[in-house]
T-cell receptor, first 116, second 113 residues
Framework: AQTVTQSQPEMSVQEAETVTLSCTYD???????LFWYKQPPSRQMILVIR??????QNATENRFSVNFQKAAKSFSLKISDSQLGDTAMYFC?????????????FGTGTRLTIIP | GAVVSQHPSWVICKSGTSVKIECRSL??????MFWYRQFPKQSLMLMAT?????????EQGVEKDKFLINHASLTLSTLTVTSAHPEDSSFYIC?????????FGPGTRLLVL
């Protein structure tokens, strides 16, 4: 069974600074997908970024980027120029290919607070 | 794109009544939708996988007769909490799969009195 570990329950950073959230996972699969979702106080889960394991290039989405280390089974999220709207719970998630029926395995989350 | 709606956003009901929650993919067709439950300050717990035109697949420990799921079209899945009790009070979230990526609805807060 796959597991996802987020070792930082809470983090805080000053506005405009850069912050990195860590995520490690355990799997015996060679092909899989990794995701970061954010859940702000509204509780709407929002996709931040996704990575396909067979792609060596790290995914980026504007201020958000990942450091994907397949051998180390690590998938950290870097938020640059952090903004107040980035305050949220961040969940790392893992899925193995299953023809559109991919179940997500979530980590326990990291609560990120951006300080004005 | 990839917008998922959920209705209602919150509901209060009396113990013993049934409550139906709708999940719609607004701008894409979703063969597969998922239903989650989230307790305060915890991660999401998968309840069931809903496939259009077939019976839902429930996770271990989730009562099929308690949580009825119907996925009658490629854009709509419903979750009915039957004979609700206070312990069913929770935040219920649906998601719709667009390929391997799940897009989530805004959630439904259920309070059973």
């Amino acid at each position: 069974a796959q597991t996802v570990t987020q070792s930082q329950p809470e983090m805080s950073v000053q506005e405009a600074e850069t912050v990195t959230l860590s995520c490690t996972y355990d799997t015996s699969e060679s092909n899989y997908y990794l995701f970061w979702y954010k859940q702000p106080p509204s509780r709407q889960m929002i996709l931040v970024i996704r990575q396909e394991a067979y792609k060596q290039q790290n995914a980026t989405e504007n201020r958000f980027s990942v450091n994907f280390q397949k051998a180390a089974k690590s998938f950290s999220l870097k938020i640059s120029d952090s903004q107040l709207g980035d305050t949220a719970m961040y969940f790392c998630a893992f899925a193995t290919p299953n023809f559109g029926n991919e179940k997500l395995t979530f980590g326990t989350g990291t609560r990120l607070t951006i300080i004005p | 794109g990839a917008v998922v709606s959920q209705h209602p956003s919150w509901v209060i009901c009396k113990s013993g009544t049934s409550v139906k929650i709708e999940c719609r993919s607004l701008d894409f067709q979703a063969t597969t939708m998922f239903w989650y439950r989230q307790f305060p300050k915890q991660s999401l717990m998968l309840m069931a996988t809903s496939n259009e035109g077939s019976k839902a697949t429930y996770e271990q420990g989730v009562e099929k007769d308690k949580f009825l799921i119907n996925h009658a079209s490629l854009t709509l899945s419903t979750l009915t909490v039957t004979s609700a009790h206070p312990e069913d009070s929770s935040f219920y979230i649906c998601s719709a799969a667009d390929g391997e990526t799940q897009y989530f609805g805004p959630g439904t807060r259920l309070l059973v009195l």
